[in-house]
């Protein structure tokens, strides 16, 4: 079915474009009505596409909207075409929900910042580039949004690109992300080449068909399937900040902290889960693959959030935070659990983002430092803002009702009771699921850490009289968001709480990803059980720690452990390893090409070689130009004579014949000045350097006795002026 | 008289012209020697006019006279123009122009 999907995505865009050219001249007023209508009536248009319109459609998959034709070349086909189903619809509603909330939140936030319309106007191109990302229903159309919400990734982390700090991060990402889309792209020609089309549901199509094209083998004994779900893994891990290729989250927090909520933890980061979630029936062709997405993921869970524990940037826990939360959504998808990974994406999308707006609404009370050790006992002073921290803490801890509890519960059970990876992978399945046991802990306990340092206890921070909690624009998205961390696990609560038709998320998305996963009932609540004793465990032992500010077991555990704790702090050297392994060696190469390519050959041989030719010539022609009208007149003279002498010979004859006649050559030169009689003429017929007929007639026959080739030469003669000149031809005679 | 004893005093008189030009360093005489030239193109036309028959050459001896004047209007212009600046007309001397 037809319909109007283009819109949602249309609508911020054109917001964006008319702020970028015109919202300088308008009042902050204006400029952020603008921006918050435009995100609001793509949420609007959403909303209503997704309450009224999919729902019957959801089956048949969903909605389209096909704008025209982009390109075709050849065999390749591609239209500019936009496709709600289920999965897209969900992601859909919640990038213009969060979407517009930050909105109104930036309203508070950049009230006082000097470009507002330029900031405003980035946030509407992100919520379009997004939209497009979601809502895209080929891989290049996707494509082009993932490449849009990189490019305002770097536009907002640069956004106060004042400071050398914030530019670099910006750098940081783009490029970082560059490397990732690399994966991407192949990712994507190799899936033309073996299916022949990048539309989405007709590559899901063959490979739920089993996709011989798809299985076949291509390198080292792994289907194509592989291949490709692992290149596109690749460029997923470099957009939703996984190992290898996180490094640039953290360093992201450079930006506003509005769009570190909406960028870098809510929408854009998981991206890279939306898209393995929107192949997924191509990723279960390939175990091995969905593996090492797994693993990857575990791994990253549990590494950025050991990093977290040794941090003591707000903003930095936060980011650590989202790189480990996003490696359990991996994990998720990776164990062919779509639909938990999407949950636990859509629970995050709220108690990330409120755990953000807390953070910038502590900083904003602060004056702007992120410093938790210069902050403390903040919850008698910004009451709204501590209530949300506290819901949307427990929220990412896990502690039961709240709902990153059942979205957190149903990637770890699904972790253990997954049987995507079949026999020989078996081994990844507890494996990962144990990491994520650990992942949790560790969770629970930095984020239990960061509330006790932030709110409890003592106040540390320079500015205690003038704190003050944020305005109503500020709060208020801060409350949904809370209500939000509170409420959204209901939407997919497990089987074995509430029936089998509680997981409602599991149940729509079905269509798009496949059935949820199975847990047996008693698995379930065992599950739960360890979950919610891991993360009272966590919260306990940070208590033990931190309560009311830094205490004497966390000052002991510190000393005695000096080393771990320094190597933690300093996040691994990662960034220091990059530095030397990767950053380092291409600079060098870099330098070298610069050296040898550019300054050398392109500089010095090229530029200036031709330079130096000219100048040499110039040198020499310059010679001759001697300033003497004189001596010009002289060579001119020279030039002259030898003009005539050149034009005086005897012209070539106007027209020479020869005929053969049986044996006979007849000579006929017909020249004009053949009638003055003044010219000699001397025939040659038999080539053999006598002349055969001499005079003045310009006309002459000759008889030859035997047939054959023969060479004739005519000589013409101007006795007055002494010049000559010869014609020479091939005869045969028969 | 035959065509070509006008012909060879017209060459004789190029000649003379054309040493002069190209030899002589004072711009006047310079000038004075192109004048010359141009006397024995106007002379070669004439006689081959009148060997041919044809008033072509006549009417071209007369363009040549006009064109003889204005240079020579131009010319000496020129010269006490050079003059005036550079109190020489020596045309060693004048070689801005030299590169």
Same mark, same amino acid.
């Given at each position: 079915?037809?319909?109007?999907?283009?819109?949602?995505?249309?609508?911020?865009?054109?917001?964006?474009?008319?702020?970028?050219?015109?919202?300088?001249?308008?009042?902050?007023?204006?400029?952020?009505?603008?921006?918050?209508?435009?995100?609001?009536?793509?949420?609007?248009?959403?909303?209503?596409?997704?309450?009224?319109?999919?729902?019957?459609?959801?089956?048949?998959?969903?909605?389209?909207?096909?704008?025209?034709?982009?390109?075709?070349?050849?065999?390749?086909?591609?239209?500019?075409?936009?496709?709600?189903?289920?999965?897209?619809?969900?992601?859909?509603?919640?990038?213009?929900?969060?979407?517009?909330?930050?909105?109104?939140?930036?309203?508070?936030?950049?009230?006082?910042?000097?470009?507002?319309?330029?900031?405003?106007?980035?946030?509407?191109?992100?919520?379009?580039?997004?939209?497009?990302?979601?809502? *895209?229903?080929?891989?290049?159309?996707?494509?082009?949004?993932?490449?849009?919400?990189?490019?305002?990734?770097?536009?907002?982390?640069?956004?106060?690109?004042?400071?050398?700090?914030?530019?670099?991060?910006?750098?940081?990402?783009?490029?970082?992300?560059?490397?990732?889309?690399?994966?991407?792209?192949?990712?994507?020609?190799?899936?033309?080449?073996?299916? *022949?089309?990048?539309?989405?549901?007709?590559?899901?199509?063959?490979?739920?068909?089993?996709?011989?094209?798809?299985?076949?083998?291509?390198?080292?004994?792994?289907?194509?399937?592989?291949?490709?779900?692992?290149?596109?893994? =690749?460029?997923?891990?470099?957009?939703?900040?996984?190992?290898?290729?996180?490094?640039?989250?953290?360093?992201?927090?450079?930006?506003?902290?509005?769009?570190?909520?909406?960028?870098?933890?809510?929408?854009?980061?998981?991206?890279?889960?939306?898209?393995?979630?929107?192949?997924?029936?191509?990723? /279960?062709?390939?175990?091995?693959?969905?593996?090492?997405?797994?693993?990857?993921?575990?791994?990253?869970?549990?590494?950025?959030?050991?990093?977290?524990?040794?941090?003591?940037?707000?903003?930095?826990?936060?980011?650590?935070?989202?790189?480990?939360?996003?490696?359990?959504?991996?994990?998720?998808?990776?164990?062919?659990?779509?639909?938990?990974?999407? =949950?636990?994406?859509f629970t995050?999308?709220f108690f990330?983002a409120g755990l953000? /707006?807390?953070?910038?609404?502590?900083?904003?009370?602060?004056?702007?430092?992120?410093?938790?050790?210069?902050?403390?006992?903040?919850?008698?002073?910004?009451?709204?803002?501590?209530w949300v921290f506290r819901v949307c803490w427990l929220a990412i801890c896990g502690v039961p009702i709240f709902s990153g509890f059942f979205s957190?519960?149903?990637?770890?059970?699904?972790?253990?009771?997954?049987?995507?990876?079949?026999?020989?992978?078996?081994?990844?399945?507890?494996?990962? *699921?144990?990491?994520?046991?650990?992942?949790?802990?560790?969770?629970?306990?930095?984020?239990?850490?960061?509330?006790?340092?932030?709110?409890?206890?003592?106040?540390?921070?320079?500015?205690?009289?003038?704190?003050?909690?944020?305005?109503?624009?500020?709060?208020?998205?801060l409350v949904v968001f809370g209500l939000g961390a509170f409420l959204a696990g209901m939407a997919?609560?497990?089987?074995?709480?509430?029936?089998?038709?509680?997981?409602?998320?599991?149940?729509?998305?079905?269509?798009?990803?496949?059935?949820?996963?199975?847990?047996?009932?008693?698995?379930?609540?065992?599950?739960?059980?360890?979950?919610?004793?891991?993360?009272?465990?966590?919260?306990?032992?940070?208590?033990?720690?931190? *309560?009311?500010?830094?205490? +004497?077991?966390?000052?002991?555990?510190?000393?005695?452990?000096?080393? /771990?704790?320094?190597?933690?702090?300093?996040?691994?050297?990662?960034?220091?390893?990059?530095?030397?392994?990767?950053?380092?060696?291409?600079?060098?190469?870099?330098?070298?090409?610069?050296?040898?390519?550019?300054?050398?050959?392109?500089?010095?041989?090229?530029?200036?070689?031709?330079? =130096?030719?000219?100048?040499?010539?110039?040198?020499?022609?310059?010679?001759?130009?001697?300033?003497?009208?004189?001596?010009?007149?002289?060579?001119?003279?020279?030039?002259?004579?030898?003009?005539?002498?050149?034009?005086?010979?005897?012209?070539?004859?106007?027209?020479?014949?020869?005929?053969? +006649?049986?044996?006979?050559?007849?000579?006929?030169?017909?020249?004009?000045?053949?009638?003055?009689?003044?010219?000699?003429?001397?025939?040659?017929?038999?080539?053999?350097?006598?002349?055969?007929?001499?005079?003045?007639?310009?006309?002459?026959?000759?008889?030859?006795?035997?047939?054959?080739?023969?060479?004739?030469?005519?000589?013409?003669?101007?006795?007055?002026?002494?010049?000559?000149?010869?014609?020479?031809?091939?005869?045969?005679?028969? | 008289?035959?065509?070509?004893?006008?012909?060879?005093?017209?060459?004789?008189?190029?000649?003379?012209?054309?040493?002069?030009?190209?030899?002589? @360093?004072?711009?006047?005489?310079?000038?004075?020697?192109?004048?010359?030239?141009?006397?024995?193109?106007?002379?070669?036309?004439?006689?081959?006019? @009148?060997?041919?028959?044809?008033?072509?050459?006549?009417?071209?001896?007369?363009?040549?006279?006009?064109?003889?004047?204005?240079?020579?209007?131009?010319?000496?212009?020129?010269?006490?123009?050079?003059?005036?600046? @550079?109190?020489?007309?020596?045309?060693?001397?004048?070689?801005?122009?030299?590169?």
């Amino acid at each position: 079915m037809l319909s109007h999907l283009r819109t949602i995505p249309l609508l911020p865009l054109l917001g964006a474009a008319y702020l970028i050219l015109v919202g300088r001249h308008h009042s902050r007023r204006a400029v952020h009505h603008i921006a918050c209508m435009a995100v609001g009536a793509a949420l609007v248009v959403s909303a209503d596409a997704f309450f009224f319109g999919l729902p019957a459609l959801v089956k048949e998959g969903g909605l389209t909207d096909v704008v025209g034709t982009w390109f075709a070349s050849g065999d390749l086909r591609v239209d500019l075409a936009l496709r709600m189903d289920a999965l897209s619809g969900l992601m859909c509603l919640v990038v213009t929900l969060v979407g517009t909330l930050i909105h109104i939140y930036s309203t508070g936030y950049m009230a006082h910042d000097k470009d507002y319309a330029r900031f405003f106007a980035y946030l509407n191109l992100f919520c379009g580039a997004m939209l497009l990302l979601v809502l *895209g229903d080929n891989l290049p159309v996707m494509f082009i949004g993932w490449e849009g919400v990189g490019l305002c990734s770097y536009l907002l982390i640069g956004f106060w690109y004042g400071e050398t700090a914030n530019a670099s991060a910006g750098k940081k990402a783009f490029i970082t992300n560059r490397v990732g889309d690399l994966g991407f792209l192949i990712g994507m020609f190799l899936l033309f080449r073996a299916a *022949g089309t990048l539309d989405i549901p007709a590559l899901l199509d063959t490979a739920r068909g089993g996709g011989a094209v798809l299985t076949a083998t291509l390198w080292w004994g792994q289907p194509v399937a592989f291949w490709a779900a692992l290149f596109l893994f =690749f460029g997923a891990a470099g957009k939703s900040a996984q190992i290898p290729l996180y490094v640039w989250l953290p360093d992201a927090m450079a930006g506003p902290t509005p769009v570190s909520a909406l960028i870098h933890a809510a929408t854009m980061v998981t991206a890279g889960v939306y898209m393995v979630a929107r192949l997924g029936a191509m990723y /279960l062709l390939a175990p091995a693959a969905l593996a090492i997405v797994a693993g990857v993921g575990a791994l990253t869970a549990l590494f950025a959030a050991v990093i977290a524990l040794g941090q003591n940037d707000f903003k930095k826990i936060l980011a650590y935070s989202t790189i480990s939360q996003l490696g359990f959504m991996f994990v998720g998808v990776g164990t062919g659990n779509f639909a938990g990974g999407i =949950f636990h994406l859509f629970t995050h999308a709220f108690f990330k983002a409120g755990l953000f /707006l807390c953070a910038g609404s502590v900083m904003h009370a602060l004056g702007g430092s992120g410093d938790i050790t210069r902050m403390g006992g903040l919850a008698g002073k910004l009451p709204w803002t501590t209530w949300v921290f506290r819901v949307c803490w427990l929220a990412i801890c896990g502690v039961p009702i709240f709902s990153g509890f059942f979205s957190k519960d149903a990637i770890v059970a699904g972790a253990f009771a997954t049987e995507v990876f079949g026999p020989r992978l078996a081994w990844v399945s507890p494996t990962v *699921g144990a990491g994520l046991l650990a992942a949790a802990l560790g969770t629970a306990f930095y984020m239990s850490r960061l509330y006790y340092l932030v709110f409890t206890g003592e106040c540390r921070a320079d500015t205690r009289g003038h704190l003050h909690e944020s305005p109503i624009e500020m709060v208020g998205p801060l409350v949904v968001f809370g209500l939000g961390a509170f409420l959204a696990g209901m939407a997919g609560l497990p089987p074995a709480v509430g029936g089998s038709r509680a997981d409602l998320i599991g149940h729509w998305l079905a269509p798009a990803v496949g059935p949820p996963l199975e847990v047996s009932s008693g698995f379930e609540w065992r599950m739960m059980v360890a979950s919610t004793v891991i993360a009272l465990a966590g919260i306990g032992l940070a208590r033990l720690f931190f *309560g009311g500010g830094a205490r +004497e077991p966390a000052r002991r555990f510190v000393a005695a452990l000096p080393r /771990l704790v320094a190597v933690v702090r300093s996040k691994f050297f990662v960034d220091e390893i990059y530095q030397w392994l990767v950053v380092r060696p291409l600079r060098g190469l870099s330098r070298g090409l610069f050296v040898v390519v550019d300054r050398i050959l392109i500089d010095e041989l090229l530029v200036g070689g031709w330079t =130096f030719l000219v100048d040499t010539i110039g040198r020499f022609l310059r010679l001759v130009q001697v300033g003497d009208v004189q001596r010009y007149l002289a060579i001119f003279a020279m030039g002259l004579a030898a003009l005539v002498y050149v034009m005086a010979r005897p012209a070539a004859p106007s027209e020479l014949k020869i005929r053969i +006649e049986g044996r006979s050559a007849v000579v006929e030169l017909g020249d004009r000045e053949a009638t003055s009689g003044k010219l000699d003429y001397g025939f040659d017929f038999d080539g053999d350097g006598r002349e055969d007929r001499s005079g003045p007639s310009p006309n002459a026959t000759w008889s030859y006795t035997r047939p054959g080739r023969y060479r004739l030469r005519i000589r013409v003669t101007d006795p007055q002026w002494s010049t000559a000149r010869t014609i020479e031809r091939t005869i045969d005679i028969r | 008289m035959p065509t070509y004893a006008y012909i060879l005093v017209s060459l004789a008189l190029f000649f003379v012209g054309t040493a002069g030009v190209l030899l002589r @360093r004072n711009a006047l005489i310079v000038l004075m020697s192109v004048e010359l030239q141009l006397a024995a193109g106007t002379l070669a036309l004439l006689a081959f006019s @009148r060997a041919l028959g044809d008033q072509k050459g006549h009417v071209f001896a007369f363009f040549v006279m006009a064109l003889a004047a204005a240079e020579a209007a131009v010319g000496l212009a020129i010269v006490v123009s050079v003059f005036r600046t @550079r109190r020489t007309a020596n045309l060693d001397d004048v070689n801005a122009l030299k590169g």
